[in-house]
Structure formats: C-alpha cells, structure tokens
C-alpha cells in the first residue's frame, strides 16, 4: 500500500499506443498510455473503458459524433460502443485509463498497434 505518482510513471516510457500497468483493483486495471495521432476504431463488447486525460486535449470519435475531452476531463465509452481516441493536431496526450484485466487493447481487431501485455511501471 504505496501511493503513486502518476506523472513520475508517465516519465518511465516514451512509446505511444504502448500501455502501462500502474495497479489493479480487484478485476479492474489502471493504465496510462500516451498517444498520438489516430488510433484504431474498435470496441469492447463486454467491458466500459475510463479515459482519464492527464495532459492535452483527447478527441474520441464515436461513428456519429466526436466528444473532445480536455485535460482533467474524462470520458466513459460504454461496452459495445465503436470508438477511436485520436489526439487533436500532432500533440502527445497522456491518458489513464480504467478497465478490466480481461479488456484486449484493441477489442477483437489485429492491428499493428494492438498490445497483447501492458507492463507493470
């Protein structure tokens, strides 16, 4: 039972796209992940996903609309809900997010950026 500081973590990767496991709760993760540019358009069919935005401004596209997400902000994408995070203009954004052990990055689409194991920081 150690606290953590969530912006010393992020200044232990540089990788994009690429999450890190920083603790679980129960059958729950919390990740951070930067990114940058479009990322894939996938969903998660049994699983919500928490994008917290730690640094920068996050556009999630939804197939209908397109919610912005500042810093400080978060977003909840429900189960099922086909979605793409992308970062506005070439802005790295810094993101925890909050899910189940069980979520695949990419839900069930094989892309080059999809991450099968999220190393523990």
Not at 36 to 61: A, N, P, R, T, Y
Not at 75 to 103: N, R
Request: charged share 30%; aromatic share 8%; hydrophobic share 35%.
């Amino acid at each position: 039972m150690n606290s953590i500081n969530v912006k010393e973590k992020f200044e232990k990767f540089s990788k994009q796209w690429h999450p890190h496991q920083i603790a679980t709760v129960d059958d729950m993760q919390v990740i951070l992940a930067k990114i940058q540019g479009e990322f894939v358009w996938h969903q998660h069919q049994d699983e919500d996903e928490l994008f917290f935005v730690q640094k920068g401004i996050l556009e999630m596209h939804f197939r209908d609309k397109v919610e912005i997400v500042k810093e400080g902000e978060l977003i909840v994408v429900p189960k099922g809900v086909e979605h793409c995070p992308k970062s506005m203009g070439d802005e790295e954004v810094h993101v925890l997010l909050f899910e189940k052990l069980a979520t695949k990055h990419t839900g069930e689409i094989q892309h080059e950026k999809t991450q099968t194991e999220y190393p523990k920081i």
